[in-house]
């Protein structure tokens, strides 16, 4: 099966208790989890080495901060300590055991990640710290790319959408790239900038809110809700406003109750009027605002209560704060379950699973070129892209049919050539492979003949390839064995599985078909592939998948951006004979 490094502590945004960011963390930020002095450190690390039998001298290895955390008796070192491979063991751990090591220490790791990101500002903010941390470098989005060394890079557009790649010494247009995309939005109940229609009705609070595609039916009834998003805010001396997120987890703050069905009424309830967020009882009775309060933008928009609740929580004052980008999210954490532990259950799963799962795929590729290969000799790009919006159409400037990764291709090619651009952007384009991924339908136990037999995934087994011969999917043949001989050669113990919908039912939709577009998109790529992990219940306020299924996705999508060069000149379909 080969060698496996395991995932641990990585560079977390720092955040208050409040959810407020303070600071994106480096390696000289870490201290140990009992606040050991360096004297005692250096004591532990003395003592682990007398406990060890001596290894043969080797070759030091790059450090990659923000990744791995070893143990050591009595103390946690952190990367800055520790070299890249684990410390030598005393008794050799099995194939089959480091590979579950792997498997459950990522799943702990997504576990974590996804009670603490909550919004699409939070899951950005997050990768583009942890991608900091392992040697990517940050151009902002309306900067070209000028004179493009070998080596990783990323861009974002206003926390909202994502791109990271890695581009070799001797990568030239015609060589083509591959990129896997996924969109990082997920349902959610979006406050209303204007705020509620109802106000103190019997002392009640109530908030204005608005359903984000598919929320806000009566699976967000009675769930404990907290308030997590991002607020601007306009400095005083300069004028200038800036952003600033803000989660209220783990406490909760709104509740949509159900009409108990002693009253007899069954009924769909009204969204406008009948699934308004209670946020307080008598907290606004007797308050009087500040004439400071009074002159701030957003009040009267939102019960006062709640306005102090974001400042205190933000740590700003209100006559700074100038808007408000807030949702409405499940405040419950990710957890591990089932009697053998096979599941996570979670909120926003998609599209957060694949998200997670391409940016770990990327810096696992990119970590043996830290190692034993040599980024100047390299010959390809590869990279990954997060949209944003997927749930509402994509039709915006942060979604896929907003033209970033393309307009990112094109800047690319410009840093490495400044003749014959536009015909050197379409051969990139041409040679290109996009995979485009998201959770797809696990197969439920309750509902078999919801399926068509034999064309539907399992959990803890494999990526599923998505087939429907209406285009609403872009998979076809030449994808399915394209990805069927990565994996067979590479991932043995994984199997490729496939999804095809029945011929009475409805199909979804993916950002293949978009990312296909001669306007916007990745025009004449040579293939796009619609490829996902299973989880149950989507579009529910919980889901569920395999806990195998995280470590699955990221080994997957390492072998596609190692194999992918060598996979695609095996097929010759020019002509047919």
């Given at each position: 099966?080969?060698?496996?490094?395991?995932?641990?502590?990585?560079?977390?945004?720092?955040?208050?208790?409040?959810?407020?960011?303070?600071?994106?963390?480096?390696?000289?930020?870490?201290?140990?989890?009992?606040?050991?002095?360096?004297?005692?450190?250096?004591?532990?690390?003395?003592?682990?080495?007398?406990?060890?039998?001596?290894?043969?001298?080797?070759?030091?290895?790059?450090?990659?901060?923000?990744?791995?955390?070893?143990?050591?008796?009595?103390?946690?070192?952190?990367?800055?300590?520790?070299?890249?491979?684990?410390?030598?063991?005393?008794?050799?751990?099995?194939?089959?055991?480091?590979?579950?090591?792997?498997?459950?220490?990522?799943?702990?790791?997504?576990?974590?990640?996804?009670?603490?990101?909550?919004?699409?500002?939070?899951?950005?903010?997050?990768?583009?710290?942890?991608?900091?941390?392992?040697?990517?470098?940050?151009?902002?989005?309306?900067?070209?790319?000028?004179?493009?060394?070998?080596?990783?890079?990323?861009?974002?557009?206003?926390?909202?959408?994502?791109?990271?790649?890695?581009?070799?010494?001797?990568?030239?247009?015609?060589?083509?790239?591959?990129?896997?995309?996924?969109?990082?939005?997920?349902?959610?109940?979006?406050?209303?900038?204007?705020?509620?229609?109802?106000?103190?009705?019997?002392?009640?609070?109530?908030?204005?809110?608005?359903?984000?595609?598919?929320?806000?039916?009566?699976?967000?009834?009675?769930?404990?809700?907290?308030?997590?998003?991002?607020?601007?805010?306009?400095?005083?001396?300069?004028?200038?406003?800036?952003?600033?997120?803000?989660?209220?987890?783990?406490?909760?703050?709104?509740?949509?109750?159900?009409?108990?069905?002693?009253?007899?009424?069954?009924?769909?309830?009204?969204?406008?009027?009948?699934?308004?967020?209670?946020?307080?009882?008598?907290?606004?009775?007797?308050?009087?605002?500040?004439?400071?309060?009074?002159?701030s933008v957003v009040y009267g928009k939102h019960p006062l209560s709640l306005l102090r609740y974001v400042?205190?929580?933000?740590?700003?004052?209100?006559?700074?704060?100038?808007?408000?980008?807030?949702?409405?999210?499940?405040?419950?954490?990710?957890?591990?379950?089932?009697?053998?532990?096979?599941?996570?259950?979670?909120?926003?799963?998609?599209?957060?699973?694949?998200?997670?799962?391409?940016?770990?795929?990327?810096?696992?590729?990119?970590?043996?070129?830290?190692?034993?290969?040599?980024?100047?000799?390299?010959?390809?790009?590869?990279?990954?892209?997060?949209?944003?919006?997927?749930?509402?159409?994509?039709?915006?400037?942060?979604?896929?049919a907003g033209g970033f990764l393309i307009d990112t291709l094109k800047s690319v090619v410009s840093s490495?050539?400044?003749?014959?651009?536009?015909?050197?952007?379409?051969?990139?384009?041409?040679?290109?492979?996009?995979?485009?991924?998201?959770?797809?339908?696990?197969?439920?136990?309750?509902?078999?003949?919801?399926?068509?037999?034999?064309?539907?995934?399992?959990?803890?087994?494999?990526?599923?390839?998505?087939?429907?011969?209406?285009?609403?999917?872009?998979?076809?043949?030449?994808?399915?064995?394209?990805?069927?001989?990565?994996?067979?050669?590479?991932?043995?113990?994984?199997?490729?599985?496939?999804?095809?919908?029945?011929?009475?039912?409805?199909?979804?939709?993916?950002?293949?078909?978009?990312?296909?577009?001669?306007?916007?998109?990745?025009?004449?790529?040579?293939?796009?592939?619609?490829?996902?992990?299973?989880?149950?219940?989507?579009?529910?306020?919980?889901?569920?998948?395999?806990?195998?299924?995280?470590?699955?996705?990221?080994?997957?999508?390492?072998?596609?951006?190692?194999?992918?060069?060598?996979?695609?000149?095996?097929?010759?379909?020019?002509?047919?004979?």
């Amino acid at each position: 099966m080969g060698s496996y490094n395991l995932p641990s502590k990585e560079s977390f945004v720092v955040m208050d208790k409040n959810g407020s960011i303070i600071s994106t963390d480096d390696e000289e930020e870490w201290t140990t989890d009992d606040e050991a002095s360096e004297t005692e450190i250096h004591q532990s690390q003395e003592q682990a080495a007398n406990d060890i039998e001596v290894q043969p001298e080797r070759e030091k290895t790059p450090i990659i901060h923000s990744q791995y955390l070893y143990q050591i008796p009595k103390v946690n070192i952190s990367e800055s300590h520790m070299p890249l491979s684990p410390p030598p063991q005393t008794e050799k751990q099995s194939d089959e055991q480091v590979l579950q090591d792997y498997y459950d220490s990522y799943a702990d790791k997504y576990i974590e990640f996804m009670s603490n990101n909550p919004t699409t500002y939070h899951v950005i903010t997050h990768f583009k710290s942890l991608l900091t941390n392992n040697g990517f470098t940050y151009v902002k989005e309306n900067e070209l790319f000028r004179k493009l060394d070998p080596g990783f890079y990323f861009t974002s557009k206003d926390d909202q959408t994502l791109i990271a790649f890695v581009i070799g010494g001797k990568w030239e247009p015609s060589q083509g790239s591959c990129f896997i995309a996924s969109h990082c939005d997920a349902l959610s109940i979006k406050l209303n900038p204007k705020g509620s229609i109802k106000k103190h009705i019997e002392d009640y609070e109530l908030l204005g809110v608005a359903p984000y595609s598919g929320s806000l039916n009566d699976l967000w009834l009675n769930r404990d809700l907290g308030l997590a998003g991002a607020i601007l805010v306009k400095d005083t001396k300069t004028s200038k406003v800036s952003r600033k997120l803000i989660n209220s987890s783990p406490h909760p703050i709104g509740f949509i109750p159900q009409l108990a069905p002693h009253f007899g009424i069954e009924k769909t309830y009204n969204k406008q009027t009948e699934m308004v967020p209670i946020v307080s009882y008598s907290s606004d009775k007797g308050l009087s605002p500040t004439d400071e309060e009074k002159a701030s933008v957003v009040y009267g928009k939102h019960p006062l209560s709640l306005l102090r609740y974001v400042s205190e929580l933000s740590s700003t004052s209100l006559t700074n704060i100038v808007q408000l980008d807030l949702d409405l999210v499940d405040v419950q954490p990710a957890a591990r379950g089932g009697v053998g532990n096979e599941f996570i259950y979670s909120s926003s799963l998609d599209d957060r699973l694949c998200s997670f799962d391409s940016i770990y795929g990327l810096i696992e590729f990119s970590q043996a070129f830290l190692t034993d290969r040599d980024i100047n000799e390299y010959d390809g790009l590869n990279g990954i892209y997060l949209a944003n919006n997927e749930e509402i159409g994509s039709a915006t400037r942060t979604g896929a049919a907003g033209g970033f990764l393309i307009d990112t291709l094109k800047s690319v090619v410009s840093s490495r050539s400044k003749e014959n651009a536009v015909e050197q952007v379409l051969e990139l384009t041409n040679n290109t492979i996009l995979l485009s991924t998201d959770v797809t339908h696990a197969f439920n136990p309750n509902f078999k003949d919801a399926y068509l037999e034999k064309n539907f995934p399992l959990p803890n087994t494999g990526p599923s390839i998505k087939l429907d011969s209406n285009g609403h999917v872009l998979s076809d043949s030449i994808a399915d064995s394209f990805l069927q001989s990565i994996i067979s050669k590479n991932l043995p113990d994984i199997t490729l599985q496939h999804f095809h919908i029945r011929n009475d039912g409805r199909s979804g939709g993916t950002i293949g078909p978009i990312m296909s577009n001669g306007r916007r998109g990745i025009n004449g790529a040579k293939l796009i592939i619609d490829v996902g992990l299973p989880i149950l219940s989507m579009h529910s306020i919980r889901s569920t998948m395999g806990y195998k299924d995280v470590g699955i996705g990221i080994r997957f999508f390492r072998e596609v951006f190692n194999k992918w060069q060598e996979e695609i000149k095996s097929f010759d379909l020019e002509k047919s004979s």
